[in-house]
């Protein structure tokens, strides 16, 4: 008996033969077998590499890829700010770039002439390599505004003469009974403050130290590592940037100073005592590894030292006290003060290690919602939480701990007229208002944004700027 298979292919056979012998007679056409083409190859279509990449797409001898797409295609660059174009392309009379420099003449800001006399009136930050906001970096929202002026400047207000007499206080005494938080709505200027709080103890001659952008220290931007020394992920990168801006803006005073103990470090030995702290931080620099280990002993050293004040100031406070966008190995958000970064500056915030003189200064941030205030810290400080905050609320021990003892300055949430007026005059001896400046204009922008410090700018004077 012939199997089921056997018996089918039989059938086709002679089915086909039936059909060549009728097309014969009748001079239709014959029965067709069926044919797949599916999975035959494509004409013109090259077939894919191991690499991802089509033959056609392989690199040439300059290293760029071959396929016609990839060769008229350009990179292009993405600026995150406004950059100043040449003098010789602003050929508009609208520009008339020739004459702004010399238009805006404004009082430098100098530690000597901050008093209640200057309250209300603008001032130019000086303008050298060296400048601290020039090496650790601006807030975006300040720094597109400083290309847009002629020159860097700010309005001293009254709370300005506030901060900068707690930091007299602080230039004698230690960071533990100085460590302030600058509050405030958004927008009110807050940034300014701590800048204008940064200027003041740099021309006084303090050692200091400026993160503009703390949410980079936990939004998972650059590479970590875990140190089972202790315990925590380390962030090599970040912390040979600090080392690198410390000593570019602190190299003289820094090399007054010498350790007061011995340095361990791994792979290079110690370094002894009485080593000058220029060398060790040369050490940190040297290798990018050995930054986070190099980067502790600074501050530590720093902290014994009475010579020279210093002040560590914190954009983004806020962001040091949220748990970040770190994962660890079973992927879960890594909190704060397991990162070799935060954790450190959690430690003098918190008062744990401290200055011998100086102070800690942060200002809070509302600009990146990704991270808010956190409840730990709102209520630490007497703010309304912007969390569910009733007593079944979860509450992280080790950050309660670490908002222990902060003390809150707030900020005026609008301007006044007189400084609006001084800013508003600013902007438009600077030529950086296209609208004729009268006080109807004035009048409208300062109704419209509320007295609010940035939307006056932003929404209020930029907003004339019409194409």
Same mark, same amino acid.
């Given at each position: 008996?012939?199997?089921?298979?056997?018996? %089918?292919?039989?059938?086709?056979?002679?089915?086909?033969?039936?059909?060549?012998?009728?097309?014969? %007679?009748?001079?239709?056409?014959?029965?067709?077998?069926?044919? =797949?083409?599916?999975? !035959?190859? $494509?004409?013109?279509?090259?077939?894919?590499?191991?690499?991802? @990449?089509?033959?056609?797409?392989?690199?040439?001898?300059?290293?760029?890829?071959?396929?016609?797409?990839?060769?008229?295609?350009?990179?292009?660059?993405?600026?995150?700010?406004?950059? /100043?174009? /040449?003098?010789?392309?602003?050929?508009?009379?609208?520009?008339? #770039?020739?004459?702004?420099?010399?238009?805006?003449?404004?009082?430098?800001?100098?530690?000597?002439?901050?008093?209640?006399?200057?309250?209300?009136?603008? *001032?130019?930050?000086?303008?050298?390599?060296?400048?601290?906001?020039?090496?650790?970096?601006?807030?975006?929202?300040?720094?597109?505004?400083?290309?847009?002026?002629?020159?860097?400047?700010?309005?001293?207000?009254?709370? #300005?003469?506030?901060?900068?007499?707690?930091?007299?206080?602080?230039?004698?005494?230690?960071?533990?009974?100085? $460590?302030?938080?600058?509050?405030?709505?958004?927008?009110?200027?807050?940034?300014?403050?701590?800048?204008?709080?940064?200027?003041?103890?740099?021309?006084?001659?303090?050692?200091?130290?400026?993160?503009?952008?703390?949410?980079?220290?936990?939004?998972?931007?650059?590479?970590?590592?875990?140190?089972?020394?202790?315990?925590?992920?380390?962030?090599?990168?970040?912390?040979?940037?600090?080392?690198?801006?410390?000593?570019?803006?602190?190299?003289?005073?820094?090399?007054?100073? =010498?350790?007061? &103990?011995?340095? &361990?470090?791994?792979?290079?030995?110690?370094?002894?005592?009485?080593?000058?702290?220029?060398?060790?931080?040369?050490?940190?620099?040297?290798?990018?590894?050995?930054?986070?280990?190099?980067?502790?002993?600074?501050?530590? &050293? *720093?902290?014994?030292?009475?010579? @020279?004040?210093?002040?560590?100031?914190?954009?983004?406070?806020?962001?040091?006290?949220?748990?970040?966008?770190? $994962?660890?190995?079973?992927?879960?958000?890594?909190?704060?003060?397991?990162?070799?970064?935060? =954790?450190?500056? *959690?430690?003098?915030?918190?008062?744990?290690?401290? @200055?011998?003189?100086?102070?800690?200064?942060?200002?809070? +941030?509302? #600009?990146?919602?990704?991270?808010?205030?956190?409840?730990?810290?709102?209520?630490?400080?007497? *703010?309304?939480?912007?969390? /569910?905050?009733?007593?079944?609320? !979860? $509450?992280?021990?080790?950050?309660?701990?670490?908002?222990?003892?902060?003390?809150?300055? +707030?900020? /005026?949430?609008?301007?006044?007229?007189?400084?609006?007026?001084?800013?508003?005059?600013?902007?438009?001896?600077?030529?950086?208002?296209?609208?004729?400046?009268?006080?109807?204009?004035?009048?409208?922008?300062?109704?419209?944004?509320?007295?609010?410090?940035?939307?006056?700018?932003?929404?209020?004077?930029? +907003?004339?700027?019409?194409?």
């Amino acid at each position: 008996m012939l199997s089921l298979s056997s018996c %089918c292919r039989h059938a086709t056979r002679s089915l086909l033969a039936v059909s060549e012998s009728n097309a014969i %007679c009748t001079g239709l056409p014959a029965l067709s077998t069926q044919v =797949r083409n599916y999975a !035959k190859a $494509r004409p013109g279509v090259a077939k894919p590499s191991s690499h991802g @990449f089509s033959k056609a797409q392989k690199k040439g001898k300059g290293g760029e890829l071959e396929g016609t797409d990839q060769a008229t295609t350009t990179k292009r660059k993405r600026y995150t700010a406004f950059l /100043p174009l /040449p003098v010789a392309q602003l050929i508009h009379p609208l520009f008339e #770039t020739d004459q702004r420099n010399g238009q805006l003449q404004l009082q430098n800001f100098h530690p000597e002439i901050l008093t209640d006399v200057v309250i209300s009136q603008a *001032l130019a930050f000086s303008q050298n390599d060296k400048d601290p906001f020039r090496i650790f970096g601006l807030p975006r929202n300040l720094l597109v505004e400083y290309r847009i002026l002629s020159k860097p400047c700010s309005v001293i207000r009254g709370v #300005t003469i506030d901060v900068i007499n707690k930091l007299d206080a602080a230039s004698q005494e230690g960071s533990a009974n100085h $460590r302030l938080v600058v509050a405030g709505p958004p927008g009110c200027g807050k940034s300014v403050l701590l800048l204008q709080a940064l200027q003041y103890c740099y021309m006084r001659d303090w050692i200091v130290l400026y993160f503009p952008r703390a949410i980079s220290l936990v939004s998972s931007t650059t590479s970590y590592t875990y140190d089972p020394r202790t315990q925590t992920y380390a962030q090599p990168v970040f912390a040979y940037q600090t080392l690198e801006r410390l000593l570019t803006v602190n190299g003289p005073r820094l090399e007054q100073l =010498r350790t007061q &103990e011995s340095v &361990e470090v791994e792979r290079r030995g110690t370094v002894p005592a009485g080593t000058t702290l220029t060398d060790l931080v040369k050490v940190g620099t040297k290798e990018q590894v050995l930054a986070p280990t190099v980067l502790a002993a600074v501050l530590s &050293e *720093l902290g014994k030292q009475t010579t @020279f004040p210093v002040l560590l100031a914190i954009d983004d406070f806020q962001a040091i006290y949220c748990k970040t966008k770190y $994962r660890d190995p079973h992927y879960s958000r890594i909190q704060p003060y397991h990162l070799s970064m935060p =954790r450190l500056l *959690l430690e003098y915030a918190s008062g744990l290690k401290r @200055f011998a003189r100086g102070a800690v200064v942060g200002a809070l +941030s509302g #600009t990146d919602t990704t991270f808010k205030l956190p409840l730990e810290l709102a209520e630490a400080l007497g *703010l309304p939480p912007t969390s /569910p905050s009733g007593p079944y609320a !979860k $509450r992280v021990p080790e950050l309660q701990d670490y908002a222990k003892g902060l003390s809150r300055v +707030s900020v /005026p949430d609008a301007l006044t007229v007189s400084e609006a007026t001084e800013l508003f005059d600013v902007w438009a001896r600077d030529r950086a208002i296209p609208a004729a400046p009268n006080d109807e204009l004035f009048l409208a922008k300062y109704s419209e944004s509320g007295g609010n410090a940035r939307d006056f700018i932003w929404k209020g004077l930029l +907003s004339t700027l019409t194409l």
